[in-house]
């Protein structure tokens, strides 16, 4: 992803390309932009950039380098990111959470505030960069490149940076040790602090227009033409906010058929490959499993709602078309036992039980329940 082609991005490119074929890399580089407008996605071309092997073609994507860029494991390249400080969870450094942050931005290429929150279990909580992160940042960038060449530092969404960790910054953006560079890629560049700021070369990154998110999901994450347009549009041109309704949409197809196969299980009381399903719902790890049984609480729900010829709303078609076959099995006879059930698994897949005793365990009582007309 870190040479994916973004056409809106082409001028900007080569103006990053120019600052460092002239030699002018600044050693402090501001990217500000809204979010969503692939100014993470330009942070990681810059730094691909700075430490690609083949200086006249970089970044190359084959150099070894650029492979360990790839795979994110470059050993002159790191991370700082806000994170939910908490010393008793160990949630102190963004290096406690380096791999889910990797994981989001595998998944979604073009990251965002709201969804790293709600990957660190709460969406609602704002994250913080703080003081032992910036003294972890001055300690790392203190040592010698492991590969001889430069050392990069990207850090997203600086302007969470309390101003402890702000001013103990300071002195390293003042003059950063020999040959690093520091990528600063914002949302808000003027929630830094002033002394900050000033200190940074700013570039500012505009936000992608309808199309290009529409040519960037039919692109790179092969959707239809058709699709692509109608979600660019309520996308607010916002990339990230695009690939999350595309992703989410492509989750429910897969969360309906999980769906309708445990329905038809616990239908027909098939203990042996109700095991099979449980045991391949075990491992689709945990938040997936919880999403699973919200959306589960949901179709229930609107069997029931149908019941009182209110219109089905917000389904796709498959759903529609499962949903009126499936609602005589849904009534007013079960849908308080199954709301509990359902409810209740949540609450202990949230305090860590045993997913495959738990959801056997619910299995089961579905069996009874969903056979009471
Ligand atoms: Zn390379």
């Not at 700082?80 to 595998?106: C, G, N, T």
């Amino acid at each position: 992803m870190l040479f994916e082609n973004v056409d809106a991005h082409l001028k900007l490119r080569g103006q990053l390309l120019q600052l460092f074929q002239s030699n002018r890399v600044p050693h402090a580089l501001l990217l500000s932009g809204k979010e969503g407008s692939g100014h993470f996605q330009l942070g990681l071309f810059f730094a691909a950039l700075l430490l690609c092997k083949n200086v006249d073609k970089g970044p190359c994507g084959h150099c070894s380098s650029c492979k360990k860029m790839l795979s994110f494991n470059h050993p002159d390249f790191h991370f700082s990111f806000p994170i939910h400080l908490s010393k008793s969870e160990k949630s102190e450094i963004s290096a406690d959470h380096r791999s889910s942050f990797v994981e989001m931005i595998k998944e979604y290429h073009c990251i965002g505030k709201q969804t790293w929150y709600a990957k660190m279990g709460n969406e609602n909580k704002q994250g913080v960069i703080g003081v032992k992160e910036s003294q972890e940042i001055i300690k790392k960038l203190q040592l010698k490149s492991y590969e001889g060449s430069r050392k990069v530092l990207l850090m997203w969404l600086p302007e969470l940076m309390n101003l402890q960790a702000s001013n103990k910054l300071l002195k390293l953006i003042e003059e950063p040790p020999e040959n690093t560079i520091l990528i600063f890629v914002s949302d808000q560049p003027h929630s830094l602090i002033q002394t900050i700021y000033s200190r940074l070369q700013h570039i500012q990154v505009p936000s992608l227009s309808v199309d290009h998110i529409s040519q960037y999901l039919r692109n790179y994450f092969s959707v239809d033409e058709v699709e692509a347009n109608s979600i660019a549009n309520s996308s607010s041109t916002n990339l990230h906010r695009a690939i999350s309704l595309f992703l989410s949409k492509e989750n429910t197809k897969e969360y309906l058929s999980l769906f309708i196969k445990w329905m038809r299980l616990c239908y027909t009381r098939n203990i042996s490959d109700t095991i099979d399903w449980v045991s391949d719902f075990s491992k689709m790890g945990r938040e997936t499993n919880k999403d699973f049984l919200t959306y589960s609480l949901e179709l229930f729900r609107q069997c029931i709602v149908n019941h009182y010829q209110i219109n089905l709303e917000g389904l796709s078609t498959e759903e529609e078309s499962f949903l009126l076959k499936f609602k005589p099995f849904i009534n007013h006879k079960n849908i308080i036992a199954l709301n509990d059930v359902i409810n209740d698994a949540y609450y202990h897949l949230e305090r860590n039980a045993n997913v495959k005793i738990l959801m056997l365990d619910v299995s089961l009582k579905l069996y009874k329940l969903v056979r009471i007309k």
